[in-house]
């Protein structure tokens, strides 16, 4: 169907336009097919009769309709030209009527003839201005369908635009989103080696399946919830194995088994951002909570850890990371998503509320820089 009334292949074009033409055929030979002259000849007879008359007088039709949607619109009434496009109109439809009034005397009243009808008596110029009822009505559904098939493929092109526009600003602001926690990720790894040698399987294993998501499943549009919660608990694991018991870690995950789906290394960079925060700020003994919760398409995500005593960095918390990290989520899921870092007497948060259902994500695949 798309290609029947969009595409520009002759096939369609050619199939699209006859099937115009005849269903207005069809109409008309239904309408005057009633005339009273069935009466005298026989329904069949003044059918008959009447397809070849509509022939005849949609020839001019079709010139007209022809002339009005392919040459007097895009010349003339697109480009706002005005005046001049009535004017040609009213020149055109002179013409129009002039033809039929000879098609009339020269051709339609011999058939009449023909057919043991009476011939039309001279016909006066109201009359056949009254009779651009019905060429005027055709050349106005003709030009509605163009216009809306213009309107419908601006539509498109400002979408691919809009889509193109996001994809470009999704590899900027992408190139600042690294997974730069792995360097000291395996800094941390390396020296638990030397001190408590049983720790590191575990370690690497957990640190293996974040790097596969990152590397295989990133380059994609979109992944399943229940991975980037898993990549989440894996790294959440290598806290709370990295910290040496300075660490009371919590956390509760109730989107694993989800279906949904959501743009990959959406949730798992401000988790990571805000323990690298929390980390350089907190020496001593300290607790983070992580909740992750969904209910039908929201997805909620809530971070609580203990303040630092000096909190002069945590009222600078807006990092360029997580300056981009917002640009992301704008991009990604416009007026979809809350985002709110709420410092309290005793508890820093983060809470975040995406509608997993109204992602703007553009049709190339929003890769994530992994290298």
């Known amino acids: 169907m798309y290609s029947f009334v969009f595409s520009n292949n002759i096939k369609f074009r050619l199939l699209r336009h006859v099937a115009f033409w005849l269903s207005w055929f069809i109409y008309f030979i239904t309408i005057y097919s009633l005339r009273p002259g069935s009466s005298f000849i026989g329904y069949n007879t003044f059918l008959q009769y009447t397809i070849i008359e509509m022939a005849i007088l949609m020839s001019v039709d079709i010139v007209f309709c022809y002339s009005v949607v392919y040459l007097l619109v895009p ?27 000879y098609f009339y005397r020269n051709l339609i009243n011999p058939l009449r003839q023909h057919f ?129 018991g300075r660490l009371n870690l919590t956390y509760e995950l109730n989107a694993e088994s989800s279906n949904k789906r959501i743009v990959p290394f959406i949730l798992f960079p401000l988790i990571e ?52 990290i917002r640009k992301r989520l704008e991009l990604l899921y416009p007026e979809s998503h809350k985002l709110n870092i709420i410092i309290e007497e005793q508890v820093f948060s983060i809470k975040l509320e995406i509608a997993l259902n109204r992602s703007a994500i553009p049709s190339a695949s929003l890769a994530i820089s992994a290298a």
Request: proline content about 3%; hydrophobic content about 40%.
């Open 75 to 101: 010349r003339y009434l697109i480009k706002g030209r005005y005046i001049l496009f009535f004017l040609l109109l009213m020149i055109f439809m002179v013409i129009d009527i002039s033809v039929s009034d």
């Open 273 to 324: 951002n805000n323990f690298r925060q929390v980390n350089d700020n907190i020496t001593d003994n300290h607790w983070v909570n992580v909740s992750i919760s969904l209910n039908e398409s929201i997805l909620k995500l809530h971070i609580k850890n203990s303040k630092p005593v000096e909190t002069s960095n945590l009222m600078s918390y807006e990092t360029s990371n997580l300056q981009q």
């Open 116 to 244: 043991n009808l009476e011939p039309w008596k001279q016909i006066s110029f109201p009359q056949l201005l009254m009779g651009m009822s019905g060429v005027l009505m055709i050349t106005g559904c003709a030009t509605t369908i163009r216009f809306l098939k213009m309107w419908r493929l601006k539509e498109q092109e400002i979408q691919l635009l809009k889509s193109e526009k996001i994809s470009t600003e999704l590899k900027f602001v992408d190139t600042y989103i690294q997974p730069s926690f792995l360097p000291l990720l395996l800094k941390r790894i390396y020296s638990y080696s030397v001190s408590t040698p049983h720790k590191v399987p575990e370690m690497l294993d957990c640190t293996q399946r974040i790097m596969s998501y990152l590397i295989d499943e990133c380059n994609q549009s979109t992944v399943l919830l229940s991975r980037e919660m898993d990549v989440i608990k894996d790294f959440l694991q290598l806290e709370r194995l990295t910290t040496s």
